[in-house]
């Protein structure tokens, strides 16, 4: 769609936000590009273009290049979204589907800048949208449309959500320090003798502006040897069964988006679930906190750091343990608005807190790729590599796959 000359065009970041939890996707991306089509009719017919201005189409653009993100929301969107943001009614925009409300902060704080100006410059199929939202890149320039995104912004008004580009691609092993909504199924496969096959299911849920709750369960199979009355191993079996069970709270602590930072705190029970004869539990509650780090360099390089210490109720059971884990990565993108990449290295150390045990070290090289359109369903795949005790310790493949189930439904926008 081109834009009519010399009238400002409707908005497209604004009008492909990112679907809320209670409006299917579909539903919504349908509603913004009728809203599309209808408010630059209705600007076209009741704004008149400026003589001068019809003579001149390059010196019009000059103009709406020189407007500020407000006067080209107002311009453009106020008379379907309102000049709060909250939406016009029903009987003002002339249907019944609900208008998203850019002061929902829940809503409008998640979803980094980019997303929203790839929708508004390439249209709704680049993210996983009906078609029926254009793209506006011949219509408005991305600069453009990236202020009137800055000017959405501040009808949230609540500095206490954290920005979505504080929302760091996650590692296989070291959590995250942003708020969020995910499940997670994670995979390990042990390369050595005697074979493993790990599974973990993460369900991540978000309340408020900084605090998540977070559910962990756990389980796996295992090679055991059975042994003869003498100790001598007469053949092989496989056990499995349910680990641990966690239950964590994390909190965000600290968030800037001008210093690209986030810092949060969590308290962790693992509840003795799991088998301890078998070798999937420890046989007592153990509680656990840590401090996760994340921060944002230039050209989409990024550290991320979490310190844990783990501390067993029944001292006899279980020693206690601390951790240390950093990972730095980058993100690189297929083009200007397609596929995400982000290959990480995650660099692990932990160890006993008494009795001058060993520090155990491990490397995790892996890449993250999103595997949808939308770029809410992920996948992430690398190698644990023991650095200490190698005879000993395991070598793992890993996998898992993620959804970002608040962007919508696992096979929505592909």
């Given at each position: 769609?081109?834009?009519?000359?010399?009238?400002?065009?409707?908005?497209?970041?604004?009008?492909?936000?990112?679907?809320?939890?209670?409006?299917?996707?579909?539903?919504?991306?349908?509603?913004?590009?009728?809203?599309?089509?209808?408010?630059?009719?209705?600007?076209?017919?009741?704004?008149?273009?400026?003589?001068?201005?019809?003579?001149?189409?390059?010196?019009?653009?000059?103009?709406?290049?020189?407007?500020?993100?407000?006067?080209?929301?107002?311009?453009?969107?106020?008379?379907?979204?309102?000049?709060?943001?909250?939406?016009?009614?029903?009987?003002?925009?002339?249907?019944?589907?609900?208008?998203?409300?850019?002061?929902?902060?829940?809503?409008?704080?998640?979803?980094?800048?980019?997303?929203?100006?790839?929708?508004?410059?390439?249209?709704?199929?680049?993210?996983?949208?009906?078609?029926?939202?254009?793209?506006?890149?011949?219509?408005?320039?991305?600069?453009?449309?990236?202020?009137?995104?800055?000017?959405?912004?501040?009808?949230?008004?609540?500095?206490?959500?954290?920005?979505?580009?504080?929302?760091?691609?996650?590692?296989?092993?070291?959590?995250?320090?942003?708020?969020?909504d995910e499940a997670v199924y994670t995979v390990g496969v042990s390369v050595d003798d005697p074979?493993?096959?790990?599974?973990?299911?993460?369900?991540?849920?978000?309340?408020?502006?900084?605090?998540?709750?977070?559910?962990?369960?756990?389980?796996?199979?295992?090679?055991?040897?059975?042994?003869?009355?003498?100790?001598?191993?007469?053949?092989?079996d496989w056990v499995g069964g349910i680990e641990d069970i966690v239950i964590g709270l994390k909190?965000?602590?600290?968030?800037?988006?001008?210093?690209?930072?986030?810092?949060?705190?969590?308290?962790?029970?693992?509840?003795?679930?799991?088998?301890e004869d078998d070798g999937f539990g420890t046989g007592t509650t153990v509680f656990e906190s840590?401090?996760?780090?994340?921060?944002?360099?230039?050209?989409?390089?990024?550290?991320?750091?979490?310190?844990?210490?783990?501390?067993?109720?029944?001292?006899?059971?279980?020693?206690?343990?601390?951790?240390?884990?950093?990972?730095?990565?980058?993100?690189?993108?297929?083009?200007?608005?397609?596929?995400?990449?982000?290959?990480?290295?995650?660099?692990?150390?932990?160890?006993?807190?008494?009795?001058?045990?060993?520090?155990?070290?491990?490397?995790?090289?892996?890449?993250?790729?999103?595997?949808?359109?939308?770029?809410?369903?992920?996948?992430?795949?690398?190698?644990?590599?023991?650095?200490?005790?190698?005879?000993?310790?395991?070598?793992?493949?890993?996998?898992?796959?993620?959804?970002?189930?608040?962007?919508?439904?696992?096979?929505?926008?592909?």
């Open positions: 769609m081109s834009r009519p000359l010399p009238l400002p065009t409707p908005a497209p970041a604004l009008l492909a936000a990112p679907p809320t939890a209670t409006v299917p996707a579909t539903v919504r991306a349908l509603a913004l590009a009728a809203v599309t089509t209808l408010s630059g009719l209705a600007l076209a017919i009741a704004l008149p273009a400026p003589a001068a201005a019809q003579e001149n189409p390059a010196a019009a653009q000059a103009a709406y290049a020189d407007m500020s993100g407000e006067a080209l929301y107002r311009a453009a969107c106020a008379a379907c979204h309102g000049a709060d943001g909250t939406g016009a009614s029903a009987a003002d925009v002339g249907f019944d589907i609900a208008l998203p409300d850019f002061s929902e902060c829940a809503f409008a704080s998640r979803e980094p800048d980019a997303d929203w100006v790839a929708v508004g410059h390439e249209g709704g199929p680049t993210r996983g949208f009906d078609p029926m939202m254009p793209a506006f890149g011949d219509a408005l320039t991305e600069a453009e449309i990236r202020r009137i995104v800055q000017y959405i912004r501040g009808f949230c008004g609540d500095a206490d959500w954290p920005r979505g580009e504080l929302n760091l691609p996650r590692a296989l092993v070291t959590e995250k320090a942003y708020p969020e074979q493993a096959v790990s599974h973990e299911f993460v369900y991540e849920r978000r309340f408020g502006s900084r605090n998540q709750v977070e559910v962990v369960v756990p389980f796996g199979f295992q090679e055991r040897a059975v042994l003869a009355g003498d100790g001598t191993e007469i053949s092989r909190r965000d602590v600290f968030h800037s988006f001008e210093r690209r930072s986030i810092v949060s705190v969590a308290g962790e029970i693992k509840l003795p679930t799991g088998d840590f401090l996760a780090y994340g921060q944002i360099f230039r050209n989409d390089v990024f550290l991320q750091a979490q310190g844990l210490v783990e501390l067993p109720f029944d001292q006899d059971a279980a020693d206690n343990e601390g951790a240390l884990r950093l990972v730095l990565g980058r993100t690189f993108r297929e083009g200007r608005w397609g596929r995400a990449w982000s290959p990480m290295l995650e660099v692990l150390a932990g160890r006993e807190l008494e009795g001058g045990g060993s520090t155990d070290w491990d490397l995790v090289p892996q890449v993250q790729v999103t595997l949808n359109t939308r770029q809410h369903v992920m996948a992430n795949a690398g190698v644990r590599i023991p650095l200490t005790d190698s005879d000993t310790r395991s070598t793992q493949l890993l996998v898992y796959v993620l959804w970002d189930w608040f962007d919508g439904g696992f096979f929505d926008g592909w």
